[in-house]
């Protein structure tokens, strides 16, 4: 047996990724550099940039989420000060706990999120009234060793309403009057567990949010390639002074396991093809060999360059206060450092239009949700495209594959076969369909 049959999917992907697309582009140098050689000369963060309302001096990198805590560390020591938590991240909260130990909790804006979605069953036995989310908020600061929390977030709101949760708002009052939380804001990436009807857009429930009043800060996603709505939000959020976090600002993926499932799908399903799934194929292989062609074109070595001006993308926009990204080793903790305090260049917008026009229709837009309501299975179009994002432009693959497993609604193995409304309905050319049945291959554990 061959190597590569001897390997499993996983070590497959990892060891044989090419990066943008097939053959293409390196996403890893291959040469580990050591804690501390990556410490000696690590850049320093050059820019803090104000809050909004806040008035707290934030870096303009922040982190949040994290699998090894040495580079976090060293995030923190080269001047990174914002911080982003959530109930939901397991061991995160005591690990960052552990790691703060010894530093200046005033130098340090440390943010939480709190869902409000009944739906959840360890939200459920806790409640959404005003004692269970002032129970959750203080299990949050025991599990970070902290004594208040700079902002507390309601997350991911699916519509108006929810944003306007009567218990959540008398908890960070009576929190605010105890010290106990000093702001309040909202966060939102799109619908968290589409299930029975359309929920409302990111854009709608965080414009409402700004109206509101009671929110100082948000975190909402943007990148080059989902400009509209977010822009609008991030308009919106300058004029009334309100803080800005992002996330999901690198919308660069690694597409070989593409090709990988465009392979299973002619040759390895041991019978012939549906004219549906004939389809499906003819349109991701167009797509992937034009995306070849642009790295060609470009004479691209690495995604790092990509990668790097879709950061100075969002860092030149005012209206955006910090930037939360994910770092797994030193190298990527040195590479996110050095564009602290960088800007837009001629040549990343030259950089940046091109591959928008030529290699984003293989974007699915974080938060968009427009195809969702058209899907008769109901699958959450929106989730697993998060979670495979988790997977591809993250590198956390056994996260992402522990957020697939653990989904309680219709998984994306109905989309192989479908006709392709979530496709009919999307405004930006993205094959959804065939998107949505490579995750599936990507993020199950069978």
């Known amino acids: 047996m061959s190597k590569t049959k001897g390997m ?13 697309i097939g053959g293409g582009l390196m996403s890893q140098t291959g040469v580990s550099r050591t804690q501390q050689e990556a410490e000696a000369d690590s850049p320093k963060i050059k820019e803090y940039r104000t809050l909004g309302r806040t008035g707290f001096k934030i870096s303009d990198l922040g982190t949040g989420d994290f699998d090894d805590v040495g580079p976090f560390r060293g995030l923190l020591d080269a001047g990174v000060n914002y911080i982003d938590t959530s109930e939901t991240y397991g061991q995160h909260g005591r690990k960052i706990g552990e790691a703060i130990k010894g530093r200046d909790r005033s130098s340090l804006f440390i943010s939480s999120k709190l869902m409000a979605d009944t739906s959840i069953r360890r939200i459920r036995t806790t409640g959404i009234n005003k004692e269970g989310f002032i129970k959750r908020s203080l299990r949050v600061m025991e599990a970070l060793q902290i004594d208040y929390l700079d902002c507390l977030m309601i997350s991911s709101p699916e519509t108006v309403e929810m944003l306007k949760t009567q218990g959540f708002h008398e908890a960070t009052e009576q929190l605010k009057k105890e010290g106990k939380i ?19 857009p990111m854009e709608k429930i965080l414009l409402a949010a700004a109206e509101d009043g009671r929110f100082d800060v948000m975190l909402l996603a943007y990148n080059f390639l989902k400009e509209d709505m977010s822009e609008r939000v991030l308009e919106v959020c300058g004029q009334k002074n309100i803080g800005t976090t992002l996330m ?25 093809l549906s004219d549906e799934e004939k389809e499906n194929v003819a349109r991701m292989e167009k797509k992937v060999e034009n995306a070849q062609e642009f790295i060609q074109r470009y004479h691209l070595k690495s995604d790092k360059e990509i990668r790097d001006a879709a950061i100075r993308f969002v860092l030149s926009n005012p209206n955006v206060h910090t930037v939360c990204v994910t770092v797994l080793n030193y190298e990527e903790m040195r590479d996110y450092l050095n564009l602290s305090g960088s800007r837009l260049t001629p040549e990343d917008t030259a950089l940046l239009s091109a591959y928008k026009k030529e290699c984003g229709s293989l974007y699915c837009r974080h938060a968009c ?6 899907c008769p299975h109901r699958v959450p179009v929106n989730t697993i495209m998060r979670y495979d994002h988790y997977f591809v432009s993250q590198g956390r693959e056994k996260h992402a594959m522990e957020k697939y497993a653990a989904l309680k609604s219709r998984k994306a193995d ?18 959804v369909q065939s998107l949505l049945a490579a995750a599936h291959h990507t993020l199950s554990l069978g």
């Open 8 to 20: 499993n999917r996983r070590s497959f992907i990892k060891q044989s990724t090419f990066g943008l």
């Open 182 to 200: 000093r702001f309040v804001g909202v966060s939102h990436h799109g619908s968290q567990w589409w299930m029975k009807k359309p929920k409302e």
């Open 248 to 272: 999901k600002t690198n919308p660069i993926r690694s597409y070989n396991y593409m090709k990988q499932w465009l392979e299973r799908s002619r040759y390895s399903k041991g019978k012939e």
């Open 369 to 374: 949700g427009l195809c969702e309501p058209e």
């Open 414 to 431: 109905r989309c192989q076969n479908c006709r392709g409304y979530c496709e009919s309905a999307c405004p930006y050319g993205v094959p």
